[in-house]
């Protein structure tokens, strides 16, 4: 039996049906009739269809997009192509549907509608050319300004998904004068403060959101905003308005991940609120008993080390990052993070450089490369490769140097007490090991399998082969000991134990017996502790020509050092103590006019140095080029510079270069390059510079820049033409 309303919209279509007969239902018509049928055609058929599988795919896409907490949460989710791959068939038949409309229906009321579906879904797609031109075309062509106001906002959205700032403003400033619906409030303030909060811009971003917060309804994107909100406070330092929102979150209908970060973070905020809050005390020790967080006592961990570590309590926070890698969370990201906290105390408070190099390497194995920190994480991870490796020789040579002063009878009893020792701490590793192993065969798992290695901290341990950070330190400790050896039987033998230690020349004495990992307990006076006995001393720097050898190379890693320092971990004091050190030792050192120049550089304006050293550069080396980079003509014409251009300076100067006015335009480079020193443009300018030099100090010159060039810009995308100018001497000076 047909029910009522069936019967009555049946009436209705065929009353269209035969009103259109009558007055000719052509798309283009404007009279009555035809209006209403393509209205109602279009909102009944394509335009409903193609509104449904948008907001389908976008349910999906929601539930299937995983928040990375330790982020600042967005305030809208973005528009990832990646993520639509699993609904591109719902996209694609909303795109189809809406273009129905467009082409069949075009005196329809539901075409604006129909053409911001048909934008949003290539945006999706990942089609931006498509969408926006979609999105433009209502703004241009719509005959609803309500609709019209839509598009700009999803259009400014679009902008600032694409990092296009100043678009996204624009379109925000147009559409702060228009009269909206409430609807179309709410989204054009979320957007907005979307806009500020990806710009970096949080009080504004938060200043939109506390206006915008009446506006929403309780549920759990309301509780996602809020979030949000406490997040970017957090980053003001705001920790008490933080809170405020972390509440806000469990009073919107959470998911549990999110309303576990909230808490966290709360937990954490008291804490930096009231630094004597006893950690025991605010329920982290509730929360791990708790069995709904089983996955997530890693993030539990990871905070109680984050507050350890802000009371300068580094073995206790130490201690709960262990424990945070150790609890195995599903969440990979998460122990990326771990990694990294762990890198950076190793760093920083220790000055554990081997170590933190070993973390850096394992939070990159597993960290998301389209998060913020990865490029500054794999910077740093290789700036600390070059680092590690210079930091090591000066070790090793410092200490090989201090065997030599020993005399003869002195310098056998050390090499033997260093044998003996690594010896004793071999066997007692050994039996710790197998104690472990026994243990674990009785207790079935796999903690505290491992000997104390080269973390050492605490006593909760899991098997090496599960941390990818010991064992990259495992790595780099045996090919430090053994150099790369071939996979083979026997490869511990004491006869190639003193061969393979000859043969790749170890770094330091100390380091070279760090790990003896012999088959058979030695004896000394034994040939096996004879053998490594010479080997040991071999090393040492007891001629003249091996101590100049020695104090060469460390002249050369100090001096690596000092740069990596000043320009790969961006940390001037230690730079600067590092350049004075290099000056004390070595008070003729060749590198003695740049490293002047570098620390008048490096000092701040208030140091009172700072002028001594431009001072001693002028002086000692007056006719150098660092000399002219730090005269009164450059400093008067970095002063005079102040913001200007580099581009339009940069082409200035290769105008008058390319004018064959070689004199001059040497002169306005070396009294700009000082102004745009740390700017994208410095190592173009050092580059134009070698080539004037070239044409008008003569080859020597040259020769000098280009060596100065290399070392100064060791980074720079043109190192490989200078060095091939530099190693092909046939090449006509000042060639480009």
Same mark, same amino acid.
């Given at each position: 039996?047909?029910?009522?309303?069936?019967?009555?919209?049946?009436?209705?279509?065929?009353?269209?049906?035969?009103?259109?007969?009558?007055?000719?239902?052509?798309?283009?018509?404007?009279?009555?009739?035809?209006?209403?049928?393509?209205?109602?055609?279009?909102?009944?058929?394509?335009?409903?269809?193609?509104?449904?599988?948008?907001?389908?795919?976008?349910?999906?896409?929601?539930?299937?997009?995983?928040?990375?907490?330790?982020?600042?949460?967005?305030?809208?989710?973005?528009?990832?192509?990646?993520?639509?791959?699993?609904?591109?068939?719902?996209?694609?038949?909303?795109?189809?549907?809406?273009?129905?409309?467009?082409?069949?229906?075009?005196?329809?009321?539901?075409?604006?509608?129909?053409?911001?579906?048909?934008?949003?879904?290539?945006?999706?797609?990942?089609?931006?050319?498509?969408?926006?031109?979609?999105?433009?075309?209502?703004?241009?062509?719509?005959?609803?300004?309500?609709?019209?106001?839509?598009?700009?906002?999803?259009?400014?959205?679009?902008?600032?998904?694409?990092?296009?700032?100043?678009?996204?403003?624009?379109?925000?400033?147009?559409?702060?004068?228009?009269?909206?619906?409430?609807?179309?409030?709410?989204?054009?303030?979320?957007?907005?403060?979307?806009?500020?909060?990806?710009?970096?811009?949080?009080?504004?971003?938060?200043?939109?959101?506390?206006?915008?917060?009446?506006?929403?309804?309780?549920?759990?994107?309301?509780?996602?905003?809020?979030?949000?909100?406490?997040?970017?406070?957090?980053?003001?330092?705001?920790?008490?308005?933080?809170?405020?929102?972390?509440?806000?979150?469990?009073?919107?209908?959470?998911?549990?991940?999110?309303?576990?970060?909230?808490?966290?973070? /709360? =937990? +954490?905020?008291?804490?930096? #609120? *009231? &630094?004597?809050?006893?950690?025991?005390? %605010?329920?982290?020790?509730?929360?791990?008993?708790?069995?709904?967080?089983?996955?997530?006592?890693?993030?539990?961990?990871?905070?109680?080390?984050?507050?350890?570590?802000?009371?300068?309590?580094?073995?206790?926070?130490?201690?709960?990052?262990?424990?945070?890698?150790?609890?195995?969370?599903?969440?990979?990201?998460?122990?990326?993070?771990?990694?990294?906290?762990?890198?950076?105390?190793?760093?920083?408070?220790?000055?554990?450089?081997?170590?933190?190099?070993?973390?850096?390497?394992?939070?990159?194995?597993?960290?998301?490369?389209?998060?913020?920190?990865?490029?500054?994480?794999?910077?740093?991870?290789?700036?600390?490769?070059?680092?590690?490796?210079?930091?090591?020789?000066?070790?090793?040579?410092? /200490? =090989? +140097?201090?065997?030599?002063? #020993? *005399? &003869?009878?002195?310098?056998?009893?050390? %090499?033997?007490?260093?044998?003996?020792?690594?010896?004793?701490?071999?066997?007692?590793?050994?039996?710790?090991?197998?104690?472990?192993?026994?243990?674990?065969?009785?207790?079935?798992?796999?903690?505290?399998?491992?000997?104390?290695?080269?973390?050492?901290?605490?006593?909760?341990?899991?098997?090496?082969?599960?941390?990818?950070?010991?064992?990259?330190?495992?790595?780099?400790?045996?090919?430090?000991?053994?150099?790369?050896?071939?996979?083979?039987?026997?490869?511990?033998?004491?006869?190639?134990?003193?061969?393979?230690?000859?043969?790749?020349?170890?770094?330091?004495?100390?380091?070279?017996?760090?790990?003896?990992?012999?088959?058979?307990?030695?004896?000394?006076?034994?040939?096996?502790?004879?053998?490594?006995?010479?080997?040991?001393?071999?090393?040492? &720097?007891?001629?003249?020509?091996?101590?100049?050898?020695?104090?060469?190379?460390?002249?050369?890693?100090?001096?690596?050092?000092?740069?990596?320092?000043?320009?790969?971990?961006?940390?001037?004091?230690?730079?600067?103590?590092?350049?004075?050190?290099?000056?004390?030792?070595?008070?003729?050192?060749?590198?003695?006019?740049?490293?002047?120049?570098?620390?008048?550089?490096?000092?701040?304006?208030?140091?009172?140095?700072?002028?001594?050293?431009?001072?001693?550069?002028?002086?000692?080396?007056?006719?150098?080029?660092?000399?002219?980079?730090?005269?009164?003509?450059?400093?008067?014409?970095?002063?005079?510079?102040?913001?200007?251009?580099?581009?339009?300076?940069?082409?200035?100067?290769?105008?008058?270069?390319?004018?064959?006015?070689?004199?001059?335009?040497?002169?306005?480079?070396?009294?700009?390059? &000082?102004?745009?020193?740390?700017?994208?443009?410095?190592?173009?300018?050092?580059?134009?510079?070698?080539?004037?030099?070239?044409?008008?100090?003569?080859?020597?010159?040259?020769?000098?820049?280009?060596?100065?060039?290399?070392?100064?810009?060791?980074?720079?995308?043109?190192?490989?033409?200078?060095?091939?100018?530099?190693?092909?001497?046939?090449?006509?000076?000042?060639?480009?």
């Amino acid at each position: 039996m047909i029910s009522r309303s069936l019967s009555y919209f049946l009436s209705v279509i065929y009353v269209l049906l035969i009103t259109c007969c009558f007055s000719a239902c052509s798309q283009y018509s404007s009279r009555p009739g035809a209006v209403t049928f393509h209205n109602v055609s279009s909102r009944y058929n394509a335009y409903f269809i193609a509104e449904q599988d948008l907001n389908e795919a976008e349910f999906t896409m929601k539930k299937a997009y995983r928040e990375d907490y330790n982020q600042l949460v967005p305030i809208l989710y973005p528009m990832d192509s990646v993520l639509s791959q699993s609904v591109k068939p719902q996209l694609l038949d909303a795109i189809k549907k809406a273009s129905i409309v467009a082409e069949k229906h075009q005196n329809s009321k539901w075409l604006d509608n129909s053409y911001i579906i048909l934008g949003k879904s290539r945006l999706y797609l990942g089609e931006w050319a498509d969408g926006l031109e979609a999105l433009r075309y209502v703004y241009a062509n719509g005959k609803d300004e309500s609709d019209k106001n839509d598009a700009l906002i999803l259009l400014m959205r679009a902008y600032i998904i694409k990092k296009d700032f100043s678009n996204a403003l624009g379109v925000a400033e147009y559409l702060s004068g228009q009269a909206m619906k409430k609807a179309s409030i709410k989204n054009f303030y979320l957007t907005k403060a979307y806009l500020h909060q990806q710009n970096g811009e949080y009080l504004t971003s938060v200043a939109i959101l506390e206006e915008t917060f009446p506006l929403l309804e309780k549920s759990p994107e309301t509780a996602r905003i809020h979030f949000a909100a406490a997040q970017m406070y957090d980053k003001m330092g705001q920790y008490a308005l933080a809170n405020k929102h972390y509440k806000s979150v469990s009073r919107n209908k959470p998911g549990y991940d999110l309303g576990f970060y909230s808490s966290m973070n /709360s =937990l +954490q905020n008291r804490v930096f #609120l *009231n &630094p004597k809050t006893d950690l025991s005390s %605010i329920g982290f020790n509730k929360m791990l008993r708790d069995r709904k967080n089983e996955d997530l006592k890693d993030r539990i961990y990871f905070t109680m080390g984050l507050l350890a570590e802000h009371r300068k309590e580094i073995p206790k926070a130490l201690d709960y990052l262990q424990k945070a890698v150790a609890s195995g969370g599903k969440n990979q990201v998460q122990k990326a993070y771990t990694y990294l906290q762990l890198a950076r105390i190793n760093y920083e408070s220790l000055e554990r450089f081997d170590l933190s190099k070993a973390y850096y390497d394992s939070a990159l194995t597993v960290l998301p490369s389209e998060v913020p920190e990865y490029r500054l994480v794999s910077d740093r991870k290789k700036a600390l490769d070059a680092f590690v490796t210079q930091f090591n020789i000066v070790y090793a040579e410092d /200490s =090989l +140097q201090k065997l030599a002063q #020993l *005399n &003869p009878a002195a310098l056998d009893n050390r %090499i033997d007490q260093i044998i003996e020792e690594k010896e004793r701490a071999r066997i007692e590793q050994e039996k710790k090991a197998k104690a472990d192993l026994a243990k674990a065969k009785n207790t079935g798992s796999p903690i505290a399998l491992a000997p104390s290695g080269p973390i050492g901290i605490g006593n909760e341990r899991r098997w090496e082969l599960y941390d990818a950070a010991l064992v990259n330190q495992g790595k780099i400790e045996f090919r430090r000991t053994w150099g790369n050896r071939v996979l083979e039987d026997n490869w511990r033998r004491s006869t190639k134990q003193a061969q393979v230690i000859a043969a790749n020349n170890p770094v330091a004495v100390d380091s070279v017996a760090k790990s003896e990992p012999v088959e058979e307990v030695m004896t000394k006076g034994s040939p096996a502790w004879m053998a490594l006995h010479e080997t040991l001393k071999k090393n040492i &720097p007891l001629t003249e020509a091996q101590l100049l050898d020695s104090r060469k190379r460390k002249e050369d890693a100090l001096y690596n050092l000092g740069k990596i320092y000043r320009f790969d971990l961006k940390e001037p004091v230690p730079s600067v103590a590092t350049f004075k050190r290099l000056l004390n030792e070595f008070p003729n050192t060749q590198y003695k006019d740049e490293i002047y120049y570098l620390l008048y550089l490096t000092l701040e304006d208030t140091s009172p140095d700072k002028l001594t050293w431009r001072s001693k550069l002028l002086n000692e080396f007056p006719n150098s080029t660092y000399a002219r980079l730090v005269s009164d003509k450059a400093a008067e014409s970095r002063e005079a510079a102040g913001a200007n251009n580099p581009l339009k300076a940069y082409e200035d100067a290769y105008m008058l270069y390319s004018k064959g006015e070689f004199n001059k335009a040497l002169e306005d480079v070396e009294k700009n390059l &000082p102004a745009y020193k740390g700017s994208i443009m410095e190592d173009k300018f050092a580059l134009l510079r070698v080539f004037m030099i070239g044409k008008v100090r003569g080859k020597e010159a040259y020769t000098q820049a280009i060596g100065e060039f290399i070392r100064l810009y060791p980074n720079s995308i043109y190192l490989p033409r200078l060095k091939e100018m530099q190693e092909l001497g046939t090449l006509s000076a000042g060639k480009r």
